[in-house]
């Protein structure tokens, strides 16, 4: 019983540990917060902050990293013919669910590598599936029309964050679409 108490009580530490650097990344850059002003933050001893991260900039690269696991695991559990509507639906969701930090990594932080790591897995996901459905696309361009897809999805999720999520993760899959209707019809 003493694990599950023990590991109850690492949870909620780490919890807060985090709660605390996103809520002093809300006026601070990274690079100007120390681990002493986490720990007073988080009501912790400095002891405790080192026996899960090394420092502030490890502490936000492990929250990155817990956020992005989750979408290669959407992604993993995800069948291709859903990636566009299904994947994308879950994908806001975890956002919404995660909107302050997200609003950091994808609003604030200008050293943020989340949006390089979906651009790379974005670009390797069923790349040879998405080839073999259109007769226009081939691996040269395919870089182009990745990135500005993405970048195009990203700059959607950075209003829709910044306006504090006012839409629906379905609402705003439907305004993706219906620019992406519209992209298709103004060049075509």
């Known amino acids: 019983m003493s ?3 023990g590991n109850r009580r690492v949870i909620y530490t780490k919890k807060v540990i985090k709660e605390s650097l996103i809520e002093l ?3 601070n850059e990274i690079h100007e917060i120390t681990v002493t002003n986490i720990c007073k933050k988080a009501d912790i001893n400095r002891g405790t902050f080192y026996t899960h991260y090394n420092d502030a900039f490890d502490l936000l690269q492990s929250m ?12 993993n559990e995800t069948p291709f013919e859903e990636y566009t509507d299904a994947l994308l639906i879950k994908v806001l969701g975890l956002i919404a669910k995660n909107k302050d930090l997200c609003k950091i990594l994808f609003c604030r932080q200008r050293d943020s590598r ?4 979906i ?9 040879e599936q998405v080839i073999s459905r259109s007769n226009n696309i081939n691996e040269f ?6 990135r500005y897809s993405v970048g195009g999805i990203l700059a959607i999720i950075q209003v ?3 306006n504090d999520i006012v839409e629906s993760p379905s609402e705003i899959v ?9 992209n298709h019809n103004c060049f075509n």
């Open 64 to 75: 990155e990293d817990e956020l992005f696991d989750k979408v290669i695991e959407y992604l």
């Open 119 to 127: 651009l790379y897995i974005s670009s390797k996901a069923n790349i």
């Open 174 to 182: 439907k305004i993706i679409n219906d620019i992406n209707k519209l």
């Open 141 to 146: 361009n395919f870089d182009y029309l990745i």
């Open 160 to 162: 829709w964050l910044e």
């Open 3 to 5: 694990g599950v108490k």
């Open 114 to 117: 989340i949006i390089d790591k």
């Open 25 to 27: 990344l809300q006026t």
